[in-house]
């Protein structure tokens, strides 16, 4: 029998704006502000929440959201953040 690990489509990784960065590990302020701004412009953040949310994953960017507000707020509402963030003006 497969670990689940083994099974879990993630191909979707391959278009992350972050792939040179880590994602699940405690970060400092401005690497995490730093993840934050690429999640504007990922084309799989929505992938990337879900895969978070279904897997409870507490610690990290993933999505466009930070770990402490995936543990404190509920689905819908950090559903609603990620889905909220935009591509950052062009100045
Ligand atoms: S949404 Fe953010 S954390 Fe997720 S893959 Fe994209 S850039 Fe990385």
Redesign the pocket.
């Known amino acids: 029998m497969q670990e689940e690990w083994l099974t879990v489509d993630t191909a979707?990784?391959e278009?992350?704006?972050?792939?040179d960065?880590p994602?699940d590990a405690p970060l400092n302020e401005g690497m995490q502000g730093e993840?934050?701004d690429?999640?504007r412009r990922?084309?799989?953040?929505e992938t990337?929440?879900e895969y978070a949310l279904s897997r409870k994953l507490q610690w990290g960017?993933?999505?466009?959201t930070t770990g402490n507000q995936r543990r404190t707020l509920s689905v819908e509402r950090v559903r609603a953040i990620s889905a909220a963030m935009t591509e950052p003006l062009e100045v």
Do not use: E, I, N, T
């Open positions: 979707w990784l278009q992350a704006a972050c792939l960065m994602v993840l934050l690429r999640c990922c084309p799989v953040r990337c929440l960017v993933f999505g466009g």
